[in-house]
C-alpha cells in the first residue's frame, strides 16, 4: 500500500473519514500517502457517486460511508499479507 485517497468534498463525513484512516495509518507505521481529494470532477472520474470514498492505489475501498477503525485495520493487514516477498 503507498497511496490512500479520501475523496469527499469536506462534509463532516468526509473529515471523519481521514481522521480514522490517518490514524490507523500513523499507528501501523504506513510510510505511504494520504491525499484528501475534494474536486468533483476528479471524485467522479473514480466512478465514485456517494462519499466519502476511500481509494487505496487506485481501487476504492469504501464508498458512500465512513470506515470503522476495524476496517481500516482490515485495509492494512491485508497489504501487509499480500507482500511481495512472502510469495
Known amino acids: 500500500m503507498k497511496e490512500i485517497k479520501i475523496l469527499g468534498t469536506g462534509c463532516p463525513k468526509c473529515k471523519a473519514t481521514f481522521q480514522v484512516v490517518e490514524e490507523v495509518a500513523k499507528a501501523n507505521g504506513f510510510s505511504g500517502t494520504i491525499e484528501k481529494v ?3 470532477a ?11 470514498a476511500v481509494v487505496i492505489d487506485g481501487k476504492i475501498a469504501l464508498a458512500g460511508g465512513v470506515p470503522t477503525k476495524e476496517q ?4 492494512f493487514s491485508k497489504a ?3 507482500c511481495c516477498c512472502c510469495k
Open 38 to 40: 475534494e474536486d468533483i
Open 80 to 82: 501487509e499479507s499480500s
Open 42 to 52: 476528479a471524485i467522479i472520474s473514480y466512478g465514485v457517486m456517494s462519499t466519502p
Open 72 to 75: 481500516v485495520e482490515s485495509w
